[in-house]
C-alpha cells in the first residue's frame, strides 16, 4: 500500500482541480442544433464562459437562487499585457436561437459602475463584478462576451454564444 504525503495529496488535487477546469465548455452545455450550438431546452440559470483571443478568460456566471436578480461575474483572465486594465463587456440577444448577433455592448462592473480587471506584472487579474438583472424570472436570451484594453477599447478575448435563463 503507497502512503500520499500530505504536500503529495494537495498538490494531485490541485492538479485534478485544475484540469476539470479546462474542460470544453460546449460539452456540458447538453444537445447541440445542427448548426452546432445549444439547443433551446439547455438554457442556463449558471455559466461558465470561456474567453479565447491574446491570452485565455474565463467568467464564472452565478445566479443564486434566492429573491434578487443579482448575477456574479467572477472574471479571471491570463496571458495578456502585464500591467494593463481590461474591461469585461457583455451583448444580449432577445431572440434565443444560439447566435449571438448583438453588438449593443454594455461594459460590466460592479453593479452599474464599470470594473476594471488589471492584470499583474505577469499578464493575469481577477475581479468579482456583479449585475443586477431585471426582475423577469425565466426569461432567456442569447449571451456573448468580450474583454476590451480599456485604454484603447481593442478586442483582446470573445467568448462563443451561450444561452441564460433568469432563475424563478
Not at 90 to 112: E, I
Request: glycine share 8%.
Amino acid at each position: 500500500m503507497y502512503r500520499i504525503s500530505a504536500l503529495t495529496g494537495a498538490l494531485l488535487f490541485a492538479a485534478t482541480f485544475t484540469l476539470a477546469g479546462c474542460s470544453d465548455p460546449a460539452a456540458s452545455l447538453g444537445p447541440s442544433t445542427s448548426a452546432g450550438a445549444p439547443s433551446l431546452e439547455v438554457a442556463k440559470a449558471n455559466l461558465e464562459v470561456i474567453l479565447r483571443g491574446d491570452g485565455f478568460g474565463l467568467v464564472k456566471f452565478r445566479q443564486p437562487k434566492d429573491d434578487e436578480t443579482v448575477v456574479f461575474l467572477d472574471t479571471w483572465v491570463r496571458s495578456l499585457t502585464p500591467n494593463t486594465s481590461y474591461l469585461l463587456q457583455r451583448a444580449v440577444d432577445t431572440t434565443v436561437d444560439g447566435s449571438c448577433t448583438s453588438t449593443d455592448w454594455l461594459t460590466l462592473g460592479r453593479g452599474l459602475d464599470p470594473q476594471p480587471i488589471t492584470t499583474d506584472d505577469q499578464g493575469s487579474g481577477r475581479e468579482a463584478l456583479f449585475r443586477i438583472l431585471p426582475p423577469t424570472p425565466g426569461a432567456e436570451f442569447d449571451i456573448h462576451f468580450r474583454v476590451i484594453d480599456a485604454v484603447t477599447q481593442a478586442v483582446v478575448l470573445e467568448s462563443d454564444c451561450y444561452q441564460f435563463r433568469i432563475s424563478p
